[in-house]
């Protein structure tokens, strides 16, 4: 198949890159900031904020169409085109859940307006799902909502902030009782999911994509240590509400966890658990620069006050 991947290059698409070059004719379409790393992969550069490139650069026809990189309703200016592609994937996210009218675990029926919690991320994404239902018949279009995702080439700081605190014996600041329940997602499980969908294996719709099971914050951390194989993190509890989680935590203080029911049902992705995915990206951030342990100004601030602490360790983890 003929395949267009709107983004490719960073993370969760090249991920998704990665898993359609195996059986396909891969082409990405991105502002080429990033090198390839495949001879295989043919790249078109536009910027998608401008309608002419756009235009010049998406000039021929696609089996399907692999959306990374639609984060705002502006993105989407190619639609006219893509209107006239049988099968259309656009990677959302769990953002677009509204707490206000559904609690967690959400189920894909559940409203996706978006959730403020998200600083207006959730609200640009579930205005981008309409807007491609608005467009695309639906028998054309698969949308994937995956939580917190992780695996090799993370750009996100999430399980590197934490094991680099672990590698340099560092405390961990942490939000409240740390029971905080959350759920992830491998990068390879959003890559065998697209391929599924591209293929037609994966009938046409909406769904959560995830690990079956959720973990608290402890829970989570617990993982973490056990992977990098060091003793249990040097917990901090956080007690101030006032104090936003993210400026010393890789995750809001709000559970995320999701209904994968659907998904799961049909057999059709194996589920990667945390444990087995983390350690393929322990390995992959141990090749490639390894676990600097970098305060933030909130966690310097306290580590100055913490016993035991530095607030720089100045190592650059195991």
């Not at 495949?38 to 169409?65: E, H, N, S």
């Amino acid at each position: 198949m003929k395949l267009l991947v709107l983004g490719g290059t960073r993370f969760v698409g090249r991920a998704i890159v990665d898993a359609l070059l195996d059986s396909h004719d891969v082409t990405v379409l991105n502002r080429g900031t990033q090198p390839l790393w495949d001879g295989r992969i043919t790249q078109l550069v536009a910027d998608r904020d401008d309608t002419r490139q756009m235009a010049d650069a998406w000039t021929v026809a696609y089996d399907a169409v692999v959306d990374v990189s639609a984060t705002v309703p502006g993105h989407l200016r190619h639609l006219p085109r893509a209107t006239e592609i049988p099968r259309y994937v656009f990677i959302s996210s769990a953002a677009v859940y509204s707490r206000e009218s559904a609690a967690p675990p959400f189920r894909e029926d559940d409203r996706a307006d978006g959730d403020a919690i998200w600083g207006g991320y959730g609200e640009a994404k579930a205005t981008c799902e309409r807007l491609l239902r608005e467009a695309l018949p639906a028998r054309s279009l698969t949308v994937l909502r995956p939580p917190y995702v992780y695996g090799p080439h993370n750009t996100e700081q999430r399980e590197q902030f934490l094991w680099a605190r672990m590698a340099a014996d560092q405390p961990v600041f942490v939000p409240g009782d740390g029971r905080t329940r959350i759920q992830f997602c491998a990068s390879r499980t959003v890559a065998e999911t697209v391929v599924a969908a591209v293929e037609g294996r994966l009938p046409t719709g909406t769904y959560n994509v995830a690990e079956q099971r959720g973990y608290t914050f402890l829970e989570y951390l617990a993982v973490l240590a056990d992977v990098i194989g060091l003793p249990a993190a040097r917990i901090v509890p956080v007690t101030d509400p006032s104090v936003p989680a993210r400026e010393y935590f890789p995750f809001r203080q709000a559970e995320l966890t999701l209904d994968v029911s659907r998904l799961a049902a049909l057999g059709l992705v194996p589920d990667v658990d945390l444990a087995s995915g983390l350690a393929a990206t322990l390995a992959w951030f141990r090749r490639n620069g390894g676990l600097p342990d970098e305060p933030t100004p909130r966690e310097y601030a306290w580590r100055a006050t913490t016993p035991g602490a530095s607030p720089w360790s100045g190592q650059g983890g195991r």
